[in-house]
Nanobody, 129 residues
């Protein structure tokens, strides 16, 4: 299994970025993907999750209304669209994957990092004020 993030960069507050997580190695739609972020000196934070087979998604309260998560099944890619970015969104963003049978992505639950088996290398997002 391989997860490759892209799309990070430097943006001014109020701007937008779209992160991509290219997924390979799973069988078809048999996977769940999560987005996490970690800022310097802070703990890793759950951002979102998506179940590729059911389409169920969830977002952390800190990003709801600004971020959306979606899947392009043809490209085996999960996107994190980030709008109205704030300086506090600055972090390294990671996507993580696990087989569908193990994903617990529900409207009222975001899986923790330990619930994922595979991780990408991360992409830096910097939001300037």
């Amino acid at each position: 299994v391989q997860l490759v993030e892209s799309g990070g960069g430097l943006v001014q507050a109020g701007g937008s970025l779209r992160l991509s997580c290219a997924v390979s190695g799973f069988s078809g739609d048999d996977h769940g993907i999560g987005w996490f972020r970690q800022a310097p000196g802070k703990e890793r934070e759950r951002v979102s999750c998506v179940s590729s087979s059911t389409g169920t998604t969830n977002l952390a309260d800190s990003v709801k209304g600004r971020f959306t998560v979606s899947t392009d099944h043809a490209k085996n890619t999960v996107y994190l669209q980030m709008n109205r970015l704030k300086p506090e969104d600055t972090a390294v963003y990671y996507c993580a994957g696990v087989r569908e049978a193990k994903i617990r992505c529900y409207p009222n639950y975001l899986p923790f990092g330990l619930e994922y088996d595979h991780w990408g290398q991360g992409t830096q997002v910097t939001v300037s004020s």
